[in-house]
């Protein structure tokens, strides 16, 4: 089977645990500004990374369609795709289990 | 030295004197004619001789567009201590204050963030109560 770009991104995405982390907090809350996600990475996980490296990891999930960031008004708020991981189950799902 | 006022940048300053006094509460200290503005400043009747608040008017070309981009990202450059931040949320709310981050337990305190209307963001913490 050979491998798309599009999942060569998801799996790239997943491989950082910041971005594993950025995923955690927009499953507890989906829609969150940039300020938000900096704010929880920083003082519920002691995260030191700058704001600018929070909006490239933002960059690298939606390059990966793991995150949409939708402008409303004057804000921008950022929310979880899990589309592209439904895409990564199935190709390891064995025949059986596909007909339920 | 001390801190006797700090200053958010408004776009119109009788809105923010509605907005201040009439939606968050502040009270009116100072408001003096100057130029073409006023002196405009609140402090919070929790502590009438405290720290000022100064409606300072958005003049400058450079501010405008450095308060977007703060938005844009979410970012409040101003700061208030409640004693309930979920009860704030709400009573806010329901005078249609717009939150751009609802409260959110941040590990030792709970935050929000809401729009002034005036082209600022404001976050309002709450400090969690401590063993000692």
Partial sequence: MTESPEDENVFRALADPTRRKILDELTERDGQTLFEICARLAMKHQHTASRQSVSQHLDTLAAAGLVTSRRDGRYKFHYLDTTPLRRLTERWRRPETKET | MRITITSVIVDDQAKAERFYVDVLGFVKKHDVPLGESRWLTVVSPEDPQGCELLLEPEGHPGAKPWKAGLVADGIPFTQ?????????????????VRFTQEPADMGTLWTAVFDDTCGNLIQIIQMKETAE
């Fill in chain 2, 80 to 96: 208030f201590t409640v004693a309930d931040v979920q009860a704030e949320y709400e009573r806010m709310s329901g005078l249609g």
